[in-house]
């Protein structure tokens, strides 16, 4: 058993998948969500959606950051994170419009004041506001926010996400050998963004935040942790969220906001790239829980051999540095910096990248599909080379 499993998180969900192995798949059992019919208005050519996610354990790390520091737009950054993590999972099934949000907040309210709910609220509509200066449809229809100390140590923050779509525009993942990859970075500064990004998104954050951040954060905040947690796995860091780490290029960063970088959303470029080339996309996967290896759920018969990642952004580093995690491991937990993959017909794998460049985004070719006897993905990187099947 890893540390991430032993403090009681899990990459891969096997667990959960085990539970569900057998619930109806939907219409469309190879799209990256869950595709029903249109219970809506009952029109056979459209179907719904319906997603639902949190921002996880990072709202701890927020906590802590807030506490530490009184900042309370670190809150906006979390309520991105939960809704990012509906909308783009339902992106990669080909709704890239026309969402409706509901929010679930518990909170420990001890711990939790009203200005915190506040912030959230806030950071809630500025977000959505984003989204519609970039064209997109959003309507928020309510939530429920329930004071539950005894089941929550400090804060959840959640979304569910609804839309109803045309069925010709959902995207079914079907990728075959010959296919290229092409990986969209998580990092760096997207035209729709205002600041530097990590890429660390919204997983792995449980073991980032023990691994990273020091012993003092155990003894002041002893409610920003499971108490059942194995004692040598806890706050086992050196680093304080105020302390500053370069990144390359002379600038600088607090621990704290590398971190705590808000998940980024594609969605301007996945609406683009649905526009230009559906015909000759074969998968859109969106790399959170399972790292480099969530594609594994949506092949058979193929390997996938990624050799040409782009270069790990110092966020990752400074977490494998610190905890002394295998590079294996950490392929198979984080996003490493390269959050969407793209399976592709290789005459269209250049244009990709370019329509990735011109919103901001880096990408590049990271590999190719080949036909093989069971389905196994291979990075080769400049930590190892590493199987996964």
Not at 60 to 67: K, N, T
Not at 138 to 151: Q, R
Not at 336 to 349: K, T, W
Not at 360 to 374: D, H
């Amino acid at each position: 058993m890893n540390t991430y499993e032993m403090r009681g998180v899990s990459s891969t969900k096997e667990e959960v998948h085990h539970a569900i192995r057998n619930l109806d798949k939907g219409l469309y059992s190879n799209a990256f969500c869950k595709i029903i019919p249109d219970l809506a208005a009952g029109d056979p050519s459209f179907c719904n959606v319906m997603h639902a996610d949190t921002a996880g354990t990072k709202t701890a790390l927020a906590y802590l950051y807030w506490r530490e520091t009184g900042d309370l737009s670190v809150w906006h950054q979390i309520v991105q994170d939960a809704i990012v993590m509906n909308l783009d999972d339902m992106a990669c099934a080909g709704c890239t419009d026309s969402f409706v949000l509901s929010s679930t907040i518990g909170r420990n309210k001890r711990l939790v004041p009203g200005e915190v709910l506040s912030a959230l609220i806030q950071g809630t509509q500025e977000f959505l506001g984003l989204l519609r200066d970039l064209g997109f449809e959003v309507n928020l229809a309510g939530g429920e926010t329930a004071d539950v100390g005894d089941i929550v140590r400090v804060l959840d923050v959640g979304f569910t996400a609804f839309s109803r779509i045309r069925r010709d525009a959902v995207f079914e993942n079907k990728i075959h050998p010959g296919a290229s990859l092409v990986v969209i970075s998580s990092s760096g500064c997207a035209t729709w963004e205002s600041g530097y990004n990590s890429g660390i998104g919204c997983n792995g954050l449980t073991s980032a935040r023990h691994d990273v951040l020091a012993r003092y954060y155990a003894e002041v905040y002893p409610e920003s942790y499971d108490p059942t947690m194995p004692e040598a796995l806890i706050y086992r860091g050196s680093r304080r969220l105020t302390d500053r780490m370069d990144i390359g290029d002379g600038k600088s960063y607090t621990v704290g906001s590398l971190l705590l970088s808000p998940t980024r959303t594609y969605l301007p470029f996945l609406r683009n790239l649905f526009k230009l080339h559906q015909a000759r996309l074969q998968g859109i996967i969106h790399c959170t829980g399972g790292g480099l290896t969530k594609v594994l759920r949506f092949m058979d018969g193929i390997r996938i051999v990624k050799d040409n990642l782009l270069p790990v952004p110092p966020v990752f580093s400074l977490i494998q540095k610190e905890s002394g995690t295998p590079w294996s491991d950490m392929y198979a937990v984080y996003n490493m910096g390269q959050r969407l993959e793209l399976y592709v017909a290789p005459e269209i794998a250049a244009e990709v990248i370019g329509l990735a460049a011109s919103l901001g985004l880096e990408a590049t070719i990271a590999g190719r599909v080949e036909k093989a006897p069971q389905r196994e993905i291979i990075v080769e990187s400049g930590y190892g080379s590493f199987i996964y099947r």
